[in-house]
């Protein structure tokens, strides 16, 4: 069985897409594929994937209560070649948006569905997830975490000689937990999608979102725009560009 996963997301790196799609590849058996789409250049790389594959998971941005353009584009292409090639698989989808609520999804879900109609290929359905670019920076927080419990352990080892710093470790553990439960409702239904992509059947439409009440998240999301706003948007993606001379 094989399975094509399409990062939808423009950007290069650290995108919310394709840290959901990491996650819902993790709860799919079989072959696994990973695309990224980004320019029409991408696309008859992606086209001749989908010739002998049994499903394909499309990972994307919700970009004005919609599909964004270039993918928009690629679906016209990829309509006329599942016609012609009688391609008829399993088509998911994982959608992220900014704001809280995965409801907002919605009409993205239902264009795919017309679209799976229109293509005569199988509507599997997908999982809309809210607060995408908050959920993309547990895994940072994650991976600084980690970092901090190893400099912790290294400066344990160094003044008393103890590899194993309790307070530490106790530390990493509540923030793991918590950022854990932050992602319970995505991983929830990404396990119960996967074991529909797997087996190839219908999943329906699922809404989350990060699981954190929204007075929370207003305030956290003010706090980052204003920010980002500070750095003329380009917060993190700007530092980790290549620089051209
Ligand atoms: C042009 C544009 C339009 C967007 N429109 C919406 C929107 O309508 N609703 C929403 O909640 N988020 C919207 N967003 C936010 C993105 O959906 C959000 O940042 C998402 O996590 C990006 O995913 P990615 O990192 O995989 O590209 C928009 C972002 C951009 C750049």
Request: hydrophobic fraction near 45%; charged fraction near 15%.
């Amino acid at each position: 069985m094989k399975t094509v996963f399409i990062n939808c997301s423009p950007k290069k790196r650290f995108s919310a897409s394709s840290y959901f799609l990491s996650l819902q590849r993790l709860f799919v058996g079989g072959t696994k594929v990973t695309e990224t789409l980004r320019t029409p250049a991408d696309h008859n790389r992606i086209l001749e994937q989908l010739k002998d594959t049994d499903a394909v998971v499309f990972c994307l941005p919700l970009y004005v209560d919609g599909i964004p353009s270039h993918v928009l584009r690629f679906m016209l292409v990829m309509e006329t070649f599942c016609r012609q090639n009688d391609l008829h698989f399993y088509l998911y989808c994982i959608a992220n948006n900014g704001f809280i609520e995965g409801k907002q999804n919605e009409p993205l879900m239902h264009s795919f569905e017309h679209f799976c109609r229109r293509a005569g290929l199988s509507w599997g359905g997908g999982i809309g997830i809210g607060g995408g670019v908050m959920l993309n920076v547990t895994r940072i927080l994650f991976a600084v975490d980690i970092a901090i419990l190893i400099l912790n352990t290294v400066l344990s080892v160094l003044n008393t000689g103890n590899f194993f710093p309790k307070d530490a470790w106790i530390s990493f553990g509540e923030n793991a937990a918590l950022l854990l439960y932050f992602n319970l409702g995505v991983l929830f239904y990404m396990i119960r999608m996967g074991s529909a992509i797997s087996s190839h059947k219908f999943f329906g439409k699922k809404y989350t979102r990060i699981l954190i009440p929204s007075f929370v998240f207003i305030i956290f999301a003010d706090i980052f725009f204003i920010i980002a706003s500070l750095f003329e948007g380009g917060l993190f993606r700007g530092w980790l560009a290549k620089k051209t001379v």
